[in-house]
């Protein structure tokens, strides 16, 4: 069984607020990921990671940046908080060289 | 650009019934299709293809993927209520990137 932790579950904040979403994985992945799916949508990748100190932005556009300082987490903040930010956030991990994805429990996100 | 498309977009059955659920792609240099199914939260993997021809299976769910004709299809036999969910496809390209494009899901229903 995956063994990859997301916290908060939900979170409801207000616009401007700085917010960091956890995500950790103790299954040695390299590779992490950070989805956004809004309700009835597909996953849009918003970061990725190859390893530590490697991250790249996806195909969505994103106000949020990550860091990746240790192999097991791989945080995402946004630095300010606004109405659009409101959606659910996905992280996932996969082994090397194999194509699967873990994924995380999700972050319901709300900003008001 | 890469795409993938499934359809249908949502299906409702009764239990017993069985379904065939659509993934068709259009990537450059394709590596692997996957399936997951998502319930509440977190998509679960299912199956992983890479070869056209040779069919996945795990219970009353089954797979198979046409690299000729660039689609995949998931079937479930004797579909049961707790197979309600949404089915995501992927396709992982082989860029080098690791980046997956998902479908929007099929939304499945099965009534008892």
């Known amino acids: 069984e995956a063994d990859i932790y997301q916290t908060p579950r939900y979170l409801v904040i207000g616009t401007g607020k700085k917010i960091t979403l956890e995500c950790s994985q103790t299954?040695?992945?390299?590779?992490m990921y950070w989805y956004q799916q809004d309700p009835g949508m597909e996953l849009h990748l918003i970061h990725y990671?190859?390893?530590?100190?490697?991250?790249e932005k996806g195909d969505l556009s994103s106000e949020s940046t990550v860091s990746r300082i240790r192999t097991e987490h791989f945080p995402l903040t946004l630095e300010s908080a606004r109405p659009s930010h409101t959606s659910q956030y996905l992280c996932?991990?996969?082994?090397?060289?194999?194509?699967?994805?873990?994924f995380g429990p999700g972050t319901r996100l709300t900003v008001t | 650009e890469d795409k993938v498309v499934q359809s249908p977009l949502s299906l409702v059955v009764h239990e017993g019934d069985t379904v065939t659920l659509n993934c068709s792609y259009e990537v450059t240099n394709f590596r692997s299709l996957l399936w997951y199914k998502q319930e509440k939260k977190a998509p679960t993997f299912l199956f992983m293809l890479?070869?056209?021809?040779i069919e996945k299976k795990s219970g009353r769910l089954s797979s198979i993927l046409d690299k000729k004709e660039l689609f995949s299809i998931l079937n479930i036999t004797a579909t049961q209520t707790g197979d309600s969910a949404v089915y995501l496809c992927?396709?992982?390209?082989?860029?080098?990137?690791?980046?997956?494009?998902f479908g929007t899901g099929t939304r499945l229903k099965v009534l008892a």
């Open positions: 996932a991990s996969s082994e090397p060289h194999r194509g699967e994805q873990y």
């Open positions: 990671s190859y390893g530590v100190n490697s991250t």
């Open positions: 992927a396709v992982l390209p082989t860029s080098g990137t690791y980046k997956y494009i």
């Open positions: 890479t070869s056209s021809g």
């Open positions: 299954m040695g992945h390299d590779k």
